[in-house]
Nanobody
Framework: QVQLVESGGGSVQPGGSLRLSCATS????????MAWFRQAPGKEREFVAA????????AYPGSVKGRFTISRDNAKNTVYLQMTSLKPEDTAVYYCAVRKSAGNVVVAVTATLEYNVWGRGTQVTVSS
């Protein structure tokens, strides 16, 4: 039974930083690419970041590129999302996800349908 548990969310002022963690269990973590998505009330879930099995390849949409950094520690079965220069529009529930297919990736996989295991999410609120 694969489980993902996000943590590290909270409330910060614009320009602040947060580091999210996603602890995984029940699978061979190092065999799967991972990703972070977010969803605000009334909005579709959107792609935030992705990382290859080895951690050597990462991808971000333009909305967060240069501000967010995804990383992973395969020895700890954990993926992270370091967020800096946070903006009010970053407010959302953040989810980590496991890609459906095992194996490495050389191009970004950004569609929600390509991921089949999701955490329950952690709330990030950015406001003055």
């Amino acid at each position: 039974q694969v489980q993902l548990v996000e943590s590290g969310g909270g409330s910060v002022q614009p320009g602040g930083s947060l580091r999210l963690s996603c602890a995984t269990s029940g699978h061979t973590f190092s065999d799967y690419a991972m990703a972070w998505f977010r969803q605000a009330p009334g909005k579709e879930r959107e792609f935030v970041a992705a990382i290859s099995t080895s951690g050597g390849i990462t991808a971000y949409p333009g909305s967060v590129k240069g501000r967010f950094t995804i990383s992973r520690d395969n020895a700890k079965n954990t993926v992270y999302l370091q967020m800096t220069s946070l903006k009010p529009e970053d407010t959302a529930v953040y989810y980590c996800a496991v890609r459906k297919s095992a194996g490495n990736v050389v191009v970004a996989v950004t569609a929600t349908l390509e991921y089949n295991v999701w955490g329950r999410g952690t709330q990030v609120t950015v406001s003055s």
